[in-house]
């Protein structure tokens, strides 16, 4: 017998390379959760107010990350700024999966000219390296926290178009899909109550998967200069300001936010990995 | 040639009665199970004889044939008095097998496009199994793969030889991998629901294919079918299985025409070719037992209406059945 | 009498690279009230076209589908006959494999769907109890996920989707082909007792010659998309006369299996060879004729059959 089919049913699970969600990633997002909602109100100094009498200092009790060159707490401005990253990546996640989930659901169900103009529509936004894409969107639509959500969900949109395109796609001619055509149920009806339950775990572990890369794409756009500005709080511009330091021996202005946002994104990273396992309807 | 004339003028030796494949107390079980998946199973194939190995789905009819060939997975545990090829022992190097796989024993298994490698033409396929076992090398070897195709009943074999996989339909497919399977010139093909998924006239086609060649190259045969129907037609005996459990085995005529066994005599009543009206059709009651409990000793217990406390506690002893079956009931239809 | 359902040169042509594909070609029979009738053919005849188009979930290119004698619902296109008065009185029963059932519904949901009404309140659940209990399917399943049950569990939950809105004509597409024969057994079982309990009218599409000669009185065989014989079950599978329905009776296996195969596969001609017997290529009594000129569906005895040697045929049996 050939290698191939002897090979076929001793088929051997290979080991995973990647990192396990876990629990520790659903702890962790509970954390940024909390952070995001009780982080102001619990911060030992005002995350913007100055004070040049304790400038540029290391991490001590007092200061748990150091202060900034204007002496501000920079424990304070990093976990304060978790609502407006997480606001930010959250708010654009479901832009892009509301938008791309409508047209890719549209283009998969009806096919023909639909699927072609969403498609080329799709393809155009996939041809830009997509941070560059992002650059030129939040620079055109001003400095604004609208902007940054825009542009990180438009580049966003089709992972969820292409997705929920081909999902779909697949399972209109399944049996149960022509069974509700049989009594009369329209398309609409079809798509949104007897289709998209079936892709919405998919959709949901991509989502949280993506939660991560979108805070990542909101502070490389504030990093720049672009979006939000000065002297709010928000990752980007605090690994941005740090990094003028850096090579001048303060470090934790840069390491700290620098330290919250790679936890951040490994945090939602594990969780999508984690909801994956728990959403498989097969499990129930 | 004067070596082969003298080969073929002395007289034939007596013929072998040994059995070729010869499986005794074989159990199989899985990690977390209570009670082994396949439970003391014990059968022979002769020289040339073909045996079908039937039961519904979760019978273990493939597990054992996937043990016989070596390929099962690592998770199962494998337990077995004996499995004997030709004299040579199998229990207890699982890695003898290995040596045989694919020159003394072949397999075929249902969704061969599967199991043929997608970027390979499939005559380089043969070509490459040809080569394994036979010193030949470029024109010579696509020529032997064409003819193994040939052989197989492929029309057009010299463009067939050309063609990918996915460019030829599922009977044709099933026929290349037979092609495969025969080319080591094995003494024991595994054909293991070779015909599942393929259309009547195809799988008629198929078996008539099979059982001519292992007439002709006087090949055993271990057919794996849910359908004791195919097996009445194909086989020479049957090794009916319930549950992991051997509960009958006999002359696939004696099985299907006077089954001695309770489960068998459903089988066949569910077999519609038999049937004369509708009426005549029967379903097996109850539920398959589930293997992640526990079970009754005879497994097929709780589905039986003739069975009674000792089928419960005592698992049924393999009796004779004239004039060369057994059955394993305490209670046998007569 | 007027049928329930009389089909007329049904034809459905999909475009292909190179061509059209007949998948059905000019495709007549006729039902009547309480009767069933067998869609015999292999991968590739169109047998499933057939069900789709006749269920009215895709529309043919040509011809008619006449029910009660009144009106032709060939000419609604299946987007609209959703809203169809006559929606009500045709349902499908799917092959029960992987995506028959919604994985997202409870069975409830799954049977529910029958109604257009995934929701289920208390009216809908009685009449969803009322045909479980028809169809043998325990009410502690209803709860339960599609792939929490076995494969003859799914089988009567698909039936039961199917006759929960009362429907006259049940046309069913290979309702047991992915089963065991132990389970199909029983499934066919209840196909027929619901047959005779409801008076339904059947069909029954399915690559199983004997599986049509137990539930089918009259049977009709598909080859490439053109009937090659239609009759009485009784008389075709038992004298058939055309020689692709004879392939396929030696091919079934049985104690009378016959030994008359076809030469090569099923395959499907796109283009210009529309003149000529389909079967041509790969039949034994084919000569000049066969390979020039299509034969018609004419009578020979009880049945139609087209072949030009019919008579031939059934002579050399």
Known sequence: ?????????????????????????????????????????????????????????????????????????????????????LMIALGAVLLSLGIGTALGAAAGWAGGWTDRIVSRTIDTIMGFPLFVLAVGIAAGLGNSVWSVVIATSVVNLPLY?????????????????????????????????????????????????????????????????????????EWGILVADGADFLFSGEWWMFVFPGAMLVLAVLAFGGFGDWLRDRLDPKRA | MNALTAVLDQPSPPPDTSPLLAVSGLSISFG??????????????????????????????????????????????????SISFDGIELAVDRRAVE????????MVFQNARAALSPTLAVGTQIGDVIARHRKLRGRALREAAVEALAAV?????????????????????????????????????????????????????????LAAEAKRRLMSTLFITHDLGLARDYADRVAVLHAGQLVEEGSALTVFDAPRHPYSARLVRAVPARAATVADLGGIPGKFPDLSGTVPACRFADRCERAVERCRTEVPRLDPVPPDGRVACWRPLV | MTPLLEVVGLSRRFPVRGGELHALDDVGFRLHAGGSIGIIGESGSGKSTLATILARLDDPQEGGIVLDGARDIAGVPARAFGRDPARRAIQLVFQTAGDALNPAFTVAQNIAIGLGLPKIN???????????????????????????????????????????????????????????????????????????????????????????????????????????????VSEILTAPKHPYTRALVDASPGEGRGSFRLAGDTASPIGSVRDQCLLSA?????????????????????RLAACHHAETIAASR
């Open chain 2, 153 to 209: 009943r492929i029309p057009d074999p010299e463009r067939r030889a050309k063609a990918y996989p996915h460019e030829l339909s599922g009977g044709m497919c099933q026929r290349v991998m037979l092609a495969l399977a025969m080319a080591g010139e094995p003494d024991l093909l595994i054909a293991d629901e070779p015909t599942t998924g393929l259309d009547n006239t195809t799988q008629a086609a198929i078996l008539d294919l």
């Open chain 2, 99 to 106: 040596a045989l796989r694919g020159r003394r024993i072949g």
């Open chain 3, 122 to 232: 208390a009216g809908v659940l009685e009449r969803v109890k009322k045909v479980a209990t028809e169809v043998d399917l325990g009410h502690d399943l209803l709860e339960r996920r599609p792939h929490q049950l076995s494969g003859g569990q799914q089988a009567r939950v698909g039936i039961a989707r199917a006759l929960i809105s009362e429907p006259r004509l049940l046309i069913l597409d290979e309702p047991t082909a992915a089963l065991d024969v132990s389970v199909q057994a029983t499934i066919l079982r209840l196909i027929d007792r619901l047959r005779r309990e409801r008076g339904l009218t059947l069909a029954f599409v399915s690559h199983d010659l004997e599986v049509v000669r137990l539930m089918c009185d009259s049977v009709l065989v598909l080859y490439l998309g053109r009937v090659v014989e239609i009759g009485p």
């Open chain 1, 1 to 85: 017998m050939t290698a191939d089919a002897t090979d076929a049913p001793a088929r051997r699970r290979l080991p995973r390379l990647r990192v396990r969600g876990g629990a520790w990633s659903v702890w962790l997002v509970g954390l940024f959760l909390f952070l995001a909602v009780f982080g102001p109100m619990i911060v030992p100094y005002d995350p913007v107010a100055t004070n040049t009498r304790v400038s540029l200092q290391p991490p001590s009790w007092a200061h748990l990350f150091g202060t900034d060159d204007v002496g501000r707490d920079v424990f304070s401005r990093v976990i304060a700024a978790t609502r407006l990253d």
């Open chain 2, 32 to 81: 977390g199970r209570i009670v082994p998946t396949v439970q003391d199973v014990s059968f022979a194939i002769a020289r040339g004889e073909t045996l079908a190995l039937v039961g519904e789905s979760g019978s273990g009819k493939s597990i054992i044939a996937h043990t016989v060939a070596g390929i099962l997975a690592d998770a199962a545990r494998v337990n077995a008095t």
């Open chain 1, 161 to 233: 178009a292409r997705t929920t395109r081909s999902e779909v796609n697949r399972r209109r001619s399944a049996g149960y899909v022509q069974a509700a055509r049989l009594s009369g149920i329209g398309s609409f009806t079809i798509v949104a109550r007897h289709i998209l339950p079936n892709v919405a775990p998919i959709l949901a572990v991509q989502a949280s998967l993506n939660i991560g890369w979108a805070i990542l794409n909101a502070a490389g756009l504030s990093f720049l200069g672009l979006g939000i500005r000065p002297p709010t709080p």
């Open chain 3, 282 to 302: 790969r039949c034994p009594f084919a000569d000049d004729r066969c390979r020039s000129e299509r034969p018609a569906l004419r009578g020979v005895d009880v």
